[in-house]
């Protein structure tokens, strides 16, 4: 019986586990453009720094 | 596919280069603006951008832009286009009207690599906006907007995104009150099973206590967030003296929440904590698929959107770029082609040809000398003009209009839903039965009486009566968005079935102002244009900036031109000379053509041509109505009042007039204020109005009418605030969409009677006091998927019926 009552409460931390990424995620604005991050997701280099980048983007340009 | 044909088109932008070719190494563009990019781009190793896309880029505008964007060094323009300022790095948001490809976002995202006092930049593909995050130090909001223009990305700048800003919050506290109601609803119901399989009083109690408590946690969140609207606007609803849709829903939600604490703390039974949160879940889902937004239309613009936000002001020898707000009486102010005139001035020096098509509807461009006055909204079409302030841009003759009281009040108090019309009726049946069988049992059992009268608010919840009008009016929205009408909400959908007086604007709204044709009129007695006069004149036209030769030259057709055109010469206000292939072709103005005017019979406006010094004859210009305008009258005006207001003169009463009710029903010469005093005594006489319009002069009657609907060529450009707006594609279906509308008021009032019968379902268990968290448990799910199903069902087969396109997907259709 109390093994019941104690996994009915982990699985509810879990849940809210859940449910707190999920507030995470409207609030950081996730749910506000569900369009562009499909572009983002196939376009290189973004987001990085631009040192780094440079070599990378060398490549990049002499390999298409 | 384009670069194996002969043809060469641009590396950068992709036109064809035929009369001028630049050359950088094997690429080729069309003008210095695109190799200039080019070399921007590629100085900053940013080439990619072509091979994202061929051909991605956009032309950048050849004119002088050091001198535009003065303005945003003005700190007070700054403080309201810039975010938030924290130390020294700011976040602007630009709509980039060029935005259409992933190479576009990829370097509109990589434009730190280009400035490196650029932080940051994100864009929003369905908006087209970028925001861009930087650093104020290092780079000023003007260099910034300089760069995006030099790279072909020019912003459109305005001052009315608080608005937007506002909608994101409402959405993102909508998804987190749906993401907490659907969690609680799914775990209470999770916890609550155990009870309805094994039945009442099979559980050991120390279970049921450890449920009930859990229970308890999981509902309060439900309660006191997800729910809370509910309870605050029947709040409201009834410290106004009325009664809501939220008014029974929230006497129910309360009864739910209160009886099952009660039930559980005192050991009672289980409670109804999973119907309670399953409810609050539906409605909310219901507020979601009603709250369909178009987020790259605006419905709210005033003038200010449409005006620019500053103006070249010369002051001695000195041109500045000064914001609107600085303009004063008497200063002077240079406007260039296609620029809005911004406040009543009187025209100084330059030949001022000005498009009043949007303010006042006339068809025409006006002709002004210097000494006329011009009044704000006009467009000049032509060489630069220098003019001199006379009133205040707030003062102007059109912008007035703004300071009528149609644009003071908020929201309509004239609307009443159908369902909060029903609602006062179902609130009193409610608690009358309620109040009816708890007296029954007060004296048959006491022991029932309150729970009989808590069972009949609890079960008549209306629950699938509210969701049936979201669902109906929310699928009717999509559909009206899938055939190229915009709604702005759910209520102006309602509101579109009620009305029974439709006015109808004539320019820009039943004729087509881009496709207006022109005809060519022979001299009497004469041949028409010969193939080669034809070329003569075509080549002539196709170098004049003026609206009219446009028009000559699109009507002209596909005749090759030849000509080589030697000398061409314009005299503003009369027409153009020029020589071509050996011939002097004059052509403008009777007079100017060397007629005498007489032989037009024509009201309209005439092109006169002279080829060697002998009138041939003219081109009249035909007003264009749209496809399908006189199927679209008819079937309107056997349905409705059909009324014309028009800013343009009687021109076309012949026309028009067999449409419409008599002479009576046709409005010429009406001022932006005409129309809208006249929608104002139509609704005091009762009517319900629609008015559909399409430019400023319109803007009054839209606001101040129960409907008002805006045409639009582009939806993403300039339009009024009004309730909707339809591109014109759309215009023919009109008559269809009105007619959907009042069906689907119909399928609102069937899914009420089915809600009525499953709620006379729970009541007949209700009032004998037998209704178990069980039956609630099944009875309020099932009854809002029936209206859903229903309501989704109905709408798409009417929308076939009426030959619309039906709405099957989640698609947003508007990218």
Request: with cysteine; glycine share 8%.
């Amino acid at each position: 019986m109390n093994a019941l009552i104690l996994l009915i409460t982990a699985s509810l931390f879990v849940a809210i586990g859940f449910l707190i990424t999920f507030l995470w995620a409207v609030k950081s604005g996730q749910f506000e453009d569900t369009h562009t991050p499909a572009f983002r997701i196939l376009l290189d280099g973004n987001g990085k720094p631009v040192d780094k980048n440079k070599e990378q983007k060398q490549g990049n340009s002499n390999g298409r | 596919m384009s670069a194996t044909e002969e043809k060469t088109t641009c590396y950068h932008c992709g036109l064809d280069c035929d009369s001028t070719k630049i050359a950088v190494g094997e690429k080729i563009f069309c003008c210095n603006g695109c190799k200039m990019v080019f070399e921007l781009l590629e100085a900053n190793d940013l080439c990619q951008y072509y091979d994202l896309d061929r051909t991605p880029g956009t032309t950048p505008p050849e004119q002088g832009t050091e001198t535009k964007f003065g303005y945003l060094d003005d700190s007070s323009i700054q403080q309201q286009l810039l975010h938030l300022s924290d130390g020294s790095t700011a976040t602007v948001v630009f709509h980039i009207p060029n935005l259409h490809c992933s190479a576009c976002i990829w370097l509109l995202e990589s434009l730190y690599k280009i400035e490196p006092g650029v932080l940051h930049s994100r864009v929003n593909f369905l908006r087209k906006t970028v925001s861009i995050t930087f650093d104020r130090d290092q780079v000023s909001l003007r260099k910034v907007v300089e760069l995006l223009t030099s790279i072909g990305y020019e912003p459109r700048i305005s001052l009315e995104n608080i608005q937007q800003e506002t909608d994101r919050k409402t959405r993102q506290s909508l998804y987190l009150k749906i993401g907490l109601a659907g969690f609680g609803f799914a775990n209470i119901m999770l916890l609550s099973l155990p009870e309805y399989f094994a039945g009442p009083g099979k559980i050991p109690s120390e279970f049921t206590k450890f449920f009930g408590f859990l229970n308890i946690l999981l509902a309060l969140p439900v309660f006191f967030y997800s729910g809370w609207d509910y309870l605050r606007s029947a709040w409201y609803s009834l410290k106004s003296r009325s009664v809501n849709m939220d008014v029974p829903i929230a006497i129910g939600i309360i009864t739910l929440f209160s009886r099952s604490i009660f039930e559980i703390v005192s050991r009672h039974g289980p409670g109804w904590l999973d119907s309670f949160s399953g409810l609050v879940f539906l409605l909310l889902l219901g507020r979601l698929f009603q709250e369909k937004t178009y987020q790259t239309l605006s419905f709210e613009r005033d003038y200010k959107s449409y005006f620019p936000i500053s103006v070249l002001r010369i002051s001695g020898e000195k041109e500045e770029s000064v914001p609107l707000s600085r303009l004063g009486i008497g200063d002077r102010i240079l406007i260039r082609n296609n620029e809005i005139v911004p406040a009543d001035s009187v025209l100084i020096r330059g030949a001022g040809r000005i498009d009043y098509s949007f303010v006042t509807g006339e068809s025409e461009t006006v002709a002004k000398v210097s000494g006329d006055l011009i009044f704000a909204g006009g467009r000049q079409q032509g060489s630069a003009i220098e003019l001199e302030v006379v009133k205040d841009v707030s003062q102007s003759y059109l912008t007035q209009l703004w300071n009528s009281d149609a644009f003071k009040k908020q929201g309509g108090t004239r609307i009443t839903t159908l369902a909060n019309q029903i609602s006062k009726y179902f609130t009193a049946v409610v608690i009358g039965i309620a109040s009816f069988a708890g007296l029954y049992w007060l004296v048959v059992n006491p022991n029932y009486a309150l729970n009989a009268f808590t069972a009949v608010l609890i079960i008549a919840c209306p629950c699938a009566l509210a969701l049936a009008t979201p669902f109906t009016l929310g699928n009717v929205l999509r559909v009206f968005g899938r055939n190229r009408l915009f709604m702005k909400n759910t209520t102006a959908v309602e509101q579109l079935s009620r009305i029974d007086t439709i006015l109808l604007d004539k320019t820009g709204t039943l004729t087509d102002t881009k496709k207006i044709n022109a005809t060519f009129v022979p001299v009497l007695n004469k041949r028409p244009l010969s193939r080669d006069e034809l070329r003569l004149i075509k080549t002539v036209v196709r170098h004049s900036t003026h609206p009219l030769s446009r028009k000559i030259y699109a009507s002209i057709g596909q005749e090759v031109y030849d000509g080589v055109l030697k000398r061409f010469e314009e005299f503003p206000g009369e027409g153009i000379e020029a020589e071509v292939s050996g011939h002097t072709v004059r052509i403008g103005s009777a007079r100017f053509a060397g007629g005498d005017g007489d032989e037009t019979t024509d009201s309209g406006s005439t092109v006169h041509i002279a080829v060697d010094g002998e009138l041939k004859g003219y081109f009249r210009m035909n007003i264009q109505y749209r496809a399908g305008y006189e199927q679209l009258l008819k079937q309107l005006g056997k349905r409705y009042d059909l009324l014309l207001v028009s800013g343009d003169n009687d021109r076309e009463r012949k026309v028009l007039e067999p449409f419409f009710a008599g002479e009576k029903a046709l409005f010429f010469n009406q001022t932006p204020f005409d129309k809208l005093e006249l929608v104002k005594s139509l609704q005091r006489a009762g009517r319900r109005v629609m008015m559909v319009g399409d430019g400023l002069n319109d803007a009054g009657a839209l606001k101040q009418s129960d409907v008002g609907i805006t045409i639009s060529e582009d939806v993403n450009s300039f339009s009024p605030a009004c309730d909707g707006i339809l591109d014109a594609g759309g215009f023919s279906l009109l008559p269809r969409f009105l007619r959907y509308s009042s069906h689907s008021m119909h399928i609102i009032r069937a899914s009420f009677v089915i809600s009525f019968l499953y709620n006379a379902i729970g009541l007949g268990f209700a009032v004998q006091g037998i209704l178990s968290p069980l039956i609630s448990a099944i009875l309020m799910p099932l009854s809002s998927i029936s209206v859903v199903v229903f309501t989704t069902a109905a709408t798409n087969f009417v929308a076939g019926k009426l030959g619309l396109k039906g709405y099957y997907g989640f698609k947003t259709n508007n990218s």
